[in-house]
């Protein structure tokens, strides 16, 4: 079946520093969407991408979503104390959630 | 609106209690869905409905029965908890089905069984 893999799993940085989130799938992908939840929390939708090579951006927030449709990316640039949370990127054909990245942020 | 809310917010049970676990939506939306999460494996798919009456299973829906007798409201029964079931669960709901739409969670139910 589907599975949706995420790395790294956990990541500490530095306030200011920069922060990256890979999402990869076993099987293309028709779209994906990707959520934040906040420590005790629930999910909360942020970007979804469709097309093939597809860029948003998002003030500090950038998403990819690669050439096959299998794979995409999340990238922070100077993270601050408000970017804690995990996140998830969810792929679509059968919706499949990732495992998920725990972002930690050392003021 | 109040977008998507679940009732209760904590619960703890013994095994083999039943009970069920309450969620609505007053956004009209036509998809809903339930899922658990564990720590380090994201949120696993339990049953979902596209629309009233209809219901189909997830990824782990042993254990578990939904209905969806209205738009508004999706029921998740646990019949004969088990400590295995032990997770916080998310009801969501979007638009339609299909994935393009975002979906939106209610703040989850925290279920310990001892």
């Known amino acids: 079946g589907q599975q949706v893999m995420q790395i790294p799993q956990y990541q500490h940085v530095q306030e200011g520093e920069d922060f990256t989130t890979y999402c990869n799938s076993s099987t293309t992908l028709s779209n994906i969407q990707w959520y934040k939840q906040r420590p005790g929390g629930h999910p909360v939708f942020l970007i979804q991408?469709?097309?093939?090579?597809e860029v948003k951006k998002q003030k500090r927030l950038t998403f990819q979503f690669g050439e096959a449709k299998k794979n995409s990316s999340l990238h922070i640039t100077a993270t601050q104390t408000t970017d804690v949370g995990t996140y998830f990127c969810?792929?679509?054909?059968?919706?499949?959630f990732g495992t998920g990245t725990k972002l930690q942020v050392i003021p | 609106n109040a977008g998507v809310t679940q009732t209760p917010k904590f619960q703890v049970l013994k095994t083999g209690q039943s009970m069920t676990l309450q969620c609505a939506q007053d956004m009209n939306h036509e998809y809903m869905s339930w899922y658990r999460q564990d720590p380090g494996m994201g949120l696993r798919l339990i049953h979902y409905?596209?629309?009233?009456?209809?219901?189909d299973q997830g990824e782990v829906p042993n254990g578990y029965n939904v209905s969806r007798s209205t738009t508004e409201d999706f029921p998740l029964r646990l019949l004969s908890a088990a400590p295995s079931q032990t997770s916080v669960y998310f009801c969501?709901?979007?638009?339609?089905?299909?994935?393009?739409?975002?979906?939106?969670f209610g703040p989850g139910t925290r279920l310990t069984v001892l």
């Open positions: 409905s596209v629309g009233a009456g209809i219901t």
């Open positions: 969810v792929g679509y054909q059968k919706v499949t």
């Open positions: 969501a709901s979007s638009l339609e089905a299909g994935g393009l739409n975002e979906q939106f």
């Open positions: 991408l469709v097309k093939s090579g």
